[in-house]
Nanobody
């Protein structure tokens, strides 16, 4: 089991920046994959960025070059630095921890979400 607590959301003007944080209840180095998802009003949840133990990262095309995911293993925390924000980045951002078990079992854990609103 992993408990996740996000922080750092808020209201920002287009072109501005925000940094989201996600504190995990266990050593994140032991978690197979961590990431950020977002859900815009009336839409499904979308994968934004992921980071694995080696530090390798992956981003959805719409945020490449603007968002950066990072981790601090000593603090059991991952971050999402969001720059050059656009109105379409508005949504609830969720931290995710994914663990792979035996027989292909996948366990996903979620934070409560943090609201990001970008005004145009």
């Amino acid at each position: 089991q992993v408990q996740l607590v996000e922080s750092g959301g808020g209201l920002v003007q287009a072109g501005g920046s925000l940094r989201l944080s996600c504190l995990a209840s266990k050593n994140i180095f032991s978690i197979n994959r961590m990431g950020w998802y977002r859900q815009a009003p009336g839409k499904g949840r979308e994968l934004v960025a992921t980071i694995i133990g080696s530090g390798s990262t992956n981003y959805v095309d719409t945020v490449k070059g603007r968002f950066t995911i990072s981790r601090d293993d000593a603090k059991n925390t991952i971050y999402l630095q969001m720059n050059a924000l656009k109105a379409e980045d508005t949504g609830v951002y969720y931290c995710n921890a994914r663990e792979y078990g035996s027989w292909g079992r996948v366990s996903d854990y979620w934070g409560q979400g943090t609201q990001v609103t970008v005004s145009s």
